[in-house]
């Protein structure tokens, strides 16, 4: 039978500039056509099927192809594709403010396109909202190493990940950078207690000498997914929240990655008890079928710009800024939430997926961790971890790892034969590769 993908490769990579990739290393078989899909699967144009362990980077929450959320953007688009909200409003964009302000405790929500320009925005609204209250020295950030926030040049001068950083450091403004507390790092005889409270101990250090001159904390809370999946407890955030209190700093919550149920609650601050002064959501909030991103923030930020003069508002703005369509995709997105009881459920599937994954025990792998519906480990330095990739996508299953950091991240529709599949193809990837 004749392949349908090779003409469309060969097209791809004569005209496409395919993000956070090498060109010159694509071939015919690692760049892959995708034609359709449906729940955890995706489908090229010879009809073979991968099944989605990454989420397609995190957004396809319930899969694709989710029949509800497509019923909703179809009734929107009958309604209304687009009307800017500076000077208008609609619906969508009301409906959605008051959701998430209900699920959150804060409000205000201002919207961006993409994960970056959320973080973009809670940077400049914190460093804003202190030049306003005659503070503006205050206009750091403190962000934690193995840190991601975006590749924008104000996202990326708070993300540590060197690869992505160093061709351009030169355009990138410098913030304070502190220890991660990812849990990989402790020393032997190390409770996570201890670990965490060092680390804690440090960064009280980098307040007292610096808190005059620093804006906000941000943190990606619970994981730090692109630096590697790095874990730390809900103690160290609340810990965190603290220190931010008491010595005058923001704390912005990045939940792009880790929002919407990702860490087996709602969100992930909300397991440490905690509220923060800027929420970013992105990602799965459209549950990957809309860009859109919102900041939301408290009371006392929103005031500090309600004002008579003009230039002490918020007046930064995006094309697309609440965009109809990506506000009924993420209303949809709640609605499921509701409706399918998505994280009680997730908690059976968490338990069964780890139950699944306990063969890992007898591969030459280590640091097993898991976090709601994140896992992760690492391989032995002595086996390719492209080799393990490769044998998975040639068995139909899509994984992404980071240097030698295996995740799976799969979408929460994810089913128990399909769980099968999944952890079978990459058990069998890694002995492949041993
Ligand atoms: C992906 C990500 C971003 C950036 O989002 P984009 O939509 O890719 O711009 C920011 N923060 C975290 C934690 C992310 O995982």
Redesign the pocket.
């Given at each position: 039978m004749k392949s349908l993908n090779k003409n469309i490769i060969r097209r791809s990579l004569k005209s496409v500039w395919h993000p956070c990739s090498q060109m010159k290393h694509y071939n015919q078989d690692n760049l892959i056509p995708i034609k359709r899909g449906k729940g955890v699967w995706l489908y090229d144009f010879d009809e073979k099927k991968y099944l989605d362990a990454t989420s397609s980077?995190?957004?396809n929450l319930f899969g694709h192809n989710n029949p509800l959320i497509k019923a909703k953007i179809k009734k929107q688009i009958d309604l209304l594709e687009h009307s800017m909200i500076a000077g208008l409003t609609h619906e969508p964009v009301i409906e959605l403010s008051e959701e998430l302000s209900r699920l959150t405790k804060l409000g205000h929500c201002f919207y961006g396109s993409?994960?970056?320009?959320?973080?973009e925005i809670a940077i400049k609204m914190s460093t804003h909202y202190w030049r306003q209250n005659k503070k503006q020295q205050k206009n750091k950030l403190v962000y934690l190493r193995k840190?991601?926030?975006?590749?924008?040049l104000g996202?990326l001068s708070v993300t540590s990940v060197p690869i992505f950083k160093e061709s351009y450091k030169n355009l990138l403004k410098k913030h304070i950078q502190v220890d991660s507390p990812d849990w990989r790092d402790h020393s032997e005889n190390e409770t996570q207690e201890e670990f965490e409270k060092k680390k804690l101990d440090e960064l009280r250090c980098v307040f007292e000498k610096k808190h005059n001159s620093i804006s906000a904390m941000i943190i990606?809370p619970l994981v730090?997914?692109?630096g590697g999946m790095a874990m730390h407890s809900k103690n160290y955030l609340h810990g965190v929240a603290r220190l931010c209190k008491e010595f005058e700093i923001h704390l912005i919550a990045?939940?792009?990655?880790?929002g919407f149920g990702r860490t087996g609650s709602m969100f992930a601050y909300q397991q440490a008890k905690i509220s923060p002064d800027f929420l970013?959501l992105?990602?799965g909030l459209t549950g990957g079928y809309l860009?859109l991103?919102a900041v939301l923030t408290t009371k006392k930020v929103y005031r500090t710009f309600y004002h008579d003069r003009i230039a002490y508002g918020f007046l930064h703005s995006h094309s697309y800024t609440g965009n109809p369509l990506a506000c009924a995709a993420a209303l949809a997105t709640l609605s499921i939430f509701k409706k399918q009881k998505i994280i009680q459920s997730n908690r059976q599937k968490t338990k069964m997926i780890n139950r699944l994954l306990s063969d890992l025990k007898s591969f030459p792998v280590k640091n097993f961790r898991n976090q709601g519906m994140i896992w992760a480990f690492e391989v032995d330095h002595k086996i390719d971890p492209l080799k393990i990739q490769k044998f998975c996508l040639q068995h139909g299953l899509l994984i992404r790892p980071i240097g030698s950091t295996f995740y799976l991240m799969p979408p929460y529709c994810i089913k128990k034969t399909e769980a099968k599949f999944m952890i079978n193809v990459l058990l069998r990837g890694i002995e492949n590769a041993m």
């Open positions: 980077w995190w957004v993409d994960g970056a320009n959320a973080i840190s991601y926030h975006g590749e924008t996202a990606e730090q997914c692109a990045d939940e792009v990655a880790v970013c992105s990602k860009p991103s």
